[in-house]
Every structure is written in C-alpha cells, then in structure tokens.
C-alpha cells in the first residue's frame, strides 16, 4: 500500500528556513494521476493547505496565498519524494506539518512537529 | 478562498446514537467535498469523497450526502471508536483547497 513517511527537523530558528522531505512508497511522485500535497495544523489556524506539486506531461505547482512568496515544493525524482521549503519562518508557522496526496487527500504523512523559536 | 463552515463545533453523543454534521461552503463546490477524521496525536483519515464515496476500508455506518453548498456527515450507530474531530474539505475546480474548522464528537 501507499505510505509517505517525513522527515525534518522539528525546530527552526526564526528568519530562517523550514525544511521537511515526504518519501513515497507504493507510488511514484511522477504519477500523472496524482498530486502531491502540503499541509500544516496549528490551534490558531486549523488544517490549512499549503501547495502541491504534480506532473503532467511537465511539473505543475499551486501554492496559498498566504505563503506564496515563502514556499517552494519539489519533486526529486530520484529519491521519489518531494520536499516543503518555507523561509523567512516567524512563531506564527509552528505547527503540525503533513504531506499527503491526491484531492480528497486518501494517504498521508505521520506529521512533523515544527516549532518556531529561538 | 472557498470559506467552509462546520456545524456544530462540537457535540456530545453516546455510543449506539446517529450523529450529523454539516458543512457548508461559501459557494457551491459541486460534490468536490472529502470529509475526515482525526484522532490526537494523529493524521487526518479521509473517511469519504466526492461528497457521498465511501473510502476503501471505512465502515459503512458512515455516510456523506448534499450537493452545491450543503453537505452532511452522519454517523449511524456511533461506535467507541468514533470519538474523534471530523473535517470537511473542498477541492473543487483550483486551489486553494479549504478545511472547515472540525466537530469534536465526544462521549456524553
């Protein structure tokens, strides 16, 4: 069956960079009929959808609003994963973050805990 | 941004009573509509799509209905396995996709 499993750090200092990797088993991140999602938890904000990545023919990103100037989501084909960069990280980011796929999100990540602080 | 509005925000049931939860979108979402649940400590499970799929492996006293704006979860049968905050979630047409702010479903 289909598992992603995260990694990262669960501590960022702020201003800097937020980095966490979700390796895909039973499945391909190279799929043309998945998409490959971002998501975070917080009390204060919920489950809120970051971005995704999906291939197409080519590779497709959609990012929120709300991060878009601070986001990067990328495939690495080679270690069929893909990752989650957020900079210029504040308190306000800690969170629960979770990868998961599809549209009706039917597999996910366990979560990392990532916790803003100095 | 689709807004998305879950009612109530919490309830308190026994085990054997039907429970139901609404969802309502700011616009309608055309059955692109996943409803979840979540335990602590946890991921999200997605329990069904398309409004009213059953997900492979969910019991089948769960059941999802509504179209265009309004769409219900219910719960027949509330097992003790079921306390948990359940999330609806729309992915209609393009991003953003949007979560309602959850209904605990706890033990009275």
């Known amino acids: 069956q289909v598992q992603l499993q995260q990694s990262g750090p669960g501590l960022v200092k702020p201003s800097q960079t937020l980095s966490v990797t979700c390796a895909i088993s039973?499945?391909?991140?190279?799929?043309?009929?998945?998409?490959w999602n971002w998501i975070r938890q917080s009390p204060s904000r919920g489950l809120e959808w970051l971005g995704r990545?999906?291939?197409?023919?080519?590779?497709?990103?959609d990012y929120a609003v709300s991060v878009k100037s601070r986001i990067t989501i990328k495939p690495d084909t080679s270690k069929n994963q893909f990752s989650l960069q957020l900079n210029s990280v504040t308190p306000e980011d800690t969170a629960v973050y979770y990868c998961a796929r599809g549209w009706g999100m039917d597999v996910w990540g366990q979560g990392t805990t990532v916790t803003v602080s100095s | 941004d689709i807004q998305m509005t879950q009612s109530p925000s919490s309830l308190s049931a026994s085990v054997g009573d039907r429970v139901t939860i609404t969802c309502r979108s700011s616009?309608?979402?055309?059955?692109?509509l996943a409803w979840y649940q979540q335990k602590p400590g946890k991921a999200p499970k997605l329990l069904l799509y398309s409004a009213s799929r059953l997900e492979s492996g969910v019991p089948s006293r769960f059941s999802g209905s509504g179209s265009g704006t309004d769409y219900t979860l219910t719960i027949n049968s509330l097992q003790a396995e079921d306390f948990a905050t359940y999330y609806c979630q729309q992915y209609y047409a393009t991003p953003p996709w949007t979560f309602g702010q959850g209904t605990k479903v706890d033990i009275k």
């Open positions: 616009q309608g979402v055309s059955n692109s």
């Open positions: 990545t999906y291939y197409r023919s080519k590779w497709y990103n």
């Open positions: 039973g499945d391909s991140v190279s799929s043309n009929s998945a998409a």
